[in-house]
């Protein structure tokens, strides 16, 4: 009895919950399959490492702020013909973040970019690294806010721990010129560092518009595209899809008229 209460005290200052949670059960398990000493050590430790390893996953599923969570298994590609899924789905390997190479979704809107984006980001997520999801207006107005408060530097420290960048709809609202100054130097100090993946409505020549000056621009564009992959999502809006399917079983047997095509 005096053993176990003493084991349970070592083990909850060393922080070893899980093993602290299940000696007993493994225990119990061991002498019923004869295993022993060394497997019964083995078992307790793993089981400690999964549960820290799940945790340390949700964690950083939890730290990566994604709007909603989306996997690359709730995808439908026939949905959209024009993405490369081949690339995407190399993509999912990880291997563009060890290489601190870049990710860039231009298509309209609804076909999925941010979609493909966070699932990306999931799965670095689950192969242990360390990813952030902001939507681009949402970071440039934090980037701004803190450089008034003093507190800029500290912010672009953070954001250089991140492994994986996920700046989502590029263009939908144009910067100011500080804004895309502050953007500008975000993207290069994540040339050669780290990864980026970036969503976009804005084909390449466009891109001056919402930076509002066309050297940043050049020189953006050079970083960011440096060692870039490009996916190309220029289909229907899946929702307008998923819409029309709709319609069309409802007006085969009323007449209901909805879903324009988007400009
Ligand atoms: P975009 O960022 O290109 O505007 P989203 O990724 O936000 O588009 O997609 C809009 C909605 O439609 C999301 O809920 C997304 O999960 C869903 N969606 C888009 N494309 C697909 C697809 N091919 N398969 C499954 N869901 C999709
Ligand atoms: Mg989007």
């Known amino acids: 009895m005096k053993s176990t209460i003493l084991l349970e005290h070592h083990l909850k200052n ?36 999964d549960v820290r390893q799940q945790r340390a996953m949700e964690r950083r599923i939890k730290d990566a702020r994604f709007p909603s969570i989306k996997t690359i298994d709730s995808f439908d590609f026939k949905a959209q013909p024009k993405i490369n899924e ?10 563009f973040i060890s290489a601190r190479e870049n990710v860039l979704f231009i298509g ?69 010129k500080a804004g895309a100054e502050l953007l500008f130097e975000v993207i290069s100090r994540a040339y050669e560092r780290n990864s980026l993946v970036i969503t976009t409505n804005l084909p390449f020549n466009q891109w001056v518009e919402v930076m509002g000056n066309e050297r940043l621009t050049g020189a953006m564009l050079d970083r960011l595209t440096h060692r870039v992959h490009i996916i190309e999502a220029n289909g229907i809006s899946y929702r307008l899809q ?14 209901i008229v909805i879903g324009h095509k988007p400009t």
């Not at 119990?28 to 000493?37: E, G, L, P, T, V």
């Not at 207006?137 to 994986?164: A, P, S, Y």
């Open 86 to 95: 081949a690339l995407v789905k190399e993509l999912l390997n990880g291997e």
């Open 14 to 49: 060393l922080k070893l919950s899980t093993i602290r949670n299940e000696y007993k059960d493994v225990a119990k398990r061991c002498a019923k399959d004869n295993s022993d000493y060394e497997t019964y050590l083995l078992r307790l430790i793993e089981r400690e490492v």
């Open 242 to 255: 998923e819409a029309k399917k709709r319609s069309k079983r409802r007006t085969s047997k009323k007449t």
């Open 108 to 176: 309209n809107s609804g076909t999925g970019k941010t979609h493909m984006a966070i699932a990306l980001g999931f799965a670095a997520c689950t192969a242990g690294r360390k990813v952030r999801f902001y939507s681009v207006t949402n970071l440039v107005t934090q980037l701004l806010e803190k450089r008034q408060e003093q507190q800029l530097e500290r912010l672009q420290k953070q954001l250089g721990k991140i492994d994986l960048l996920i700046l989502d709809e590029l263009g939908y609202v144009p910067f100011s």
